[in-house]
């Protein structure tokens, strides 16, 4: 064998490791971003991605993966009807760089080739249809494990959320009030974002050794049924936004009546007053 066919091979062997790692990449990609509300093959959170790259074109989807709610709000017909589709539920933005999209992309545009009966057994059908039961003393776990005390040593979950309930002290603002968290996403949607956070805040919280455990994501999911169904119909407000919002205007409104009253009188005449008579008594 002669030099140039040796580098050849040499050659041709680091393309074809660097084009696998490159579908392996992709595939991470997805399962560390994406896998909490998609799978392949069924709906879970999100809708079902199989070859999601053919019914939309590659541009939309890199379009949608970095901003779906600007396609939303600029009247993206395909946009908006998957947003409905889905109660308008909003999907994070993801400022992937370069290469990690290109992969992501790829392994999205591969999927749509495999057999859907090959995918569909990877989805694990019998996951979903098993019942899921929710015990007394799995809410009652929940609702403790919502407020701390979680066996990885992660931050309670009160200090970000909110979640109107008898016996749940007022949650935080920082993110979304999780009072009604399941009728959006079921058991599903829940397990998948507590068991892989697609969130910064909350996967940095909960990664390594402070990931949260099977039965306190069961017993979350099962304090959020909870919630949802005792707080249905009423409007959650204990240390919600209302509050904030009506304290905040009623604030507002009684310092502005203040400043009125202070000012009253004193700007009854303006400078501007005294100018212009001024000038037009020299005419
Ligand atoms: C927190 C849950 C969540 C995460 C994480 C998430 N998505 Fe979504 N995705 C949704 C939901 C919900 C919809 C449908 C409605 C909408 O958002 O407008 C959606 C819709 C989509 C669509 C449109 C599908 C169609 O049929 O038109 C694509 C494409 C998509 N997501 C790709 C991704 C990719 C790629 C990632 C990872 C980088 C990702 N999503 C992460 C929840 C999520
Ligand atoms: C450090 C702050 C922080 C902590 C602690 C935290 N989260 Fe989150 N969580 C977030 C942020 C930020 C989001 C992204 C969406 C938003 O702004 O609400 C989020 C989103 C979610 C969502 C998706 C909500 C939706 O409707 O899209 C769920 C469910 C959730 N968190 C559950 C929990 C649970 C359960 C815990 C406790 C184990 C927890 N979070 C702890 C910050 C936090």
């Known amino acids: 064998m002669n030099k140039v066919s040796t580098l050849y ?58 901003g779906s709610q600007t396609m939303v709000k600029a009247g993206d017909k395909d946009a908006v009807a998957i947003s409905d589709e889905f109660n308008k539920m909003v999907m994070p933005d993801f400022a992937l760089t370069g290469a990690d999209l290109t992969a992501l992309i790829g392994f999205l545009a591969s999927t749509g080739q495999q057999t859907t009966t090959a995918i569909a057994t990877t989805a694990d059908p019998q996951a979903a249809v098993a019942p899921i039961v929710y015990t007394d003393e799995d809410v009652v776990r929940g609702r403790a494990y919502f407020q701390g005390g979680l066996s990885g ?30 009728a959006r996403m079921g058991h599903a949607g829940i397990a998948g974002i507590l068991g ?36 249905a119909g009423q409007v959650a407000v204990a240390g919600g936004q209302t509050t904030m919002l009506i304290w905040g205007s009623t604030g507002l409104v009684v310092i502005l009546a203040l400043i009125g009253i202070t000012w009253k009188g004193r700007l009854r005449r303006s400078v501007r007053h005294e100018i212009d008579s001024r000038q037009l008594r020299s005419i």
């Open 9 to 66: 091979i040499i050659g041709a062997m680091t393309l074809l490791t660097g084009l696998s790692a490159m579908a392996q990449d992709g595939e991470a990609v997805f399962k560390q971003n994406c896998s909490a509300c998609h799978k392949l093959g069924t709906r879970l959170v999100g809708p079902d991605l199989n070859g999601v790259i053919g019914k939309r074109s590659e541009d939309w989807v890199r379009k949608f993966i970095a």
């Open 153 to 182: 040593g992660g931050p309670a979950c009160v200090s970000c959320h909110n979640a109107t309930g008898e016996g749940v002290i007022p949650g935080g603002l920082l993110a979304k009030d999780l009072t009604n968290v399941f």
């Open 196 to 231: 892989a956070p697609p969130f910064p805040a909350m996967s940095s919280a909960y990664s390594g050794t402070a990931a949260l455990t099977d039965e306190e994501v069961h017993s979350l999911a099962a304090f959020f049924e909870h919630t949802d169904k005792a707080m």
